[in-house]
């Protein structure tokens, strides 16, 4: 759900007119936030369900929607709709806020990358895999910081039609997990009626 190699294009359009000391100091507070945010929802996402009366097999079909919506634009190559539009990114070229959104949330961790947290932590059968979401989580920013921090030369390098076919590629990923979580999701509401 986070994708930062998708990602990299509209931090780069947005830090195009900062330092490359300024860019990095942005790179690093949007993904440490970025990465809270997450860690948040992982921790308190089955407490938020309950106070709700959620299900999460509910929540599976909802985020699994909201999954495919996003990985179609992956595929289409267009800016998500779940994360930010196209009027946003121009209008936040002239804040000095911009590491908190739109790149913190929604770019890195927007609804969708929420959603499948929650999910994944209320479905893990033990504390280890509890744990291995934590350390996915973990890694995933790591990635997304590495890449940030780089991302005027993996822009250079990939050039803008390598992001597109590698966010298509993802795209196509993704929607196949939308599609796991929205028939296991129906599947469960199903038997719980029998």
């Known amino acids: 759900m986070v994708s930062p190699v998708s990602g990299v294009v509209t931090f780069v359009s947005l830090t195009s007119e900062k330092t490359l000391d300024e860019k990095n100091v942005l790179a690093s507070r949007s993904v440490v936030l970025a990465c809270i945010i997450a860690l948040f929802f992982a921790l308190t996402g089955q407490m938020i369900l309950d106070f709700f009366g959620i299900s999460i097999d509910a929540l599976r079909v909802a985020g699994g929607v909201l999954l495919f919506v996003v990985a179609f634009d992956m595929i289409l190559a267009k800016v998500s709709r779940e994360s930010i539009t196209k009027k946003e ?65 993996i822009y250079k390098f990939l050039g803008y039609t390598g992001m597109l076919v590698f966010t298509r590629l993802m795209g196509l990923l993704l929607a196949a997990m939308a599609v796991n979580f929205i028939a296991l999701g129906i599947w469960n509401i199903y038997t719980s009626f029998q």
């Open 89 to 153: 990114i121009d209008k936040s070229m002239d804040r000095s806020d911009i590491w908190i959104f739109p790149v913190a949330t929604p770019l890195l961790t927007g609804p969708g990358t929420i959603t499948t947290t929650i999910v994944l932590m209320g479905t893990a059968d033990s504390l280890f895999q509890n744990l291995l979401v934590i350390i996915a989580i973990l890694i995933t920013f790591s990635i997304a910081w590495v890449l940030f921090h780089f991302s005027r030369r």
